[in-house]
């Protein structure tokens, strides 16, 4: 672990832990956080991991053709 690093989860539960109607908001931000850590490595894998997500569909790229060629 890194030495003088805090992560997005730490800090928030620190900032709210004397808060107690605060939880909701705590939990939010953090799951938030985690689903944009996911689509982040998602994205960085692109085709490599298998995210092509509708665009391995053969209408969504004739689409995406025909609407080019205009």
């Known amino acids: 672990m890194q030495l003088g690093r805090t992560t997005l ?3 928030v539960i620190e900032q709210l832990r004397n808060k107690p109607d605060q939880n909701d908001l705590a939990a939010l931000l953090i799951d938030i ?3 944009v850590k996911t689509i982040s490595g998602m994205v960085a894998k ?3 991991g298998g995210n092509l997500g509708a665009w391995n569909r ?3 790229r004739a ?3 025909r609407s080019w060629m205009c």
Do not use: D, I, Y
């Open 63 to 65: 689409r995406f053709r």
């Open 58 to 60: 053969p209408t969504c």
């Open 9 to 11: 989860s730490k800090f």
């Open 46 to 48: 692109g085709a490599l």
């Open 33 to 35: 956080a985690a689903a």
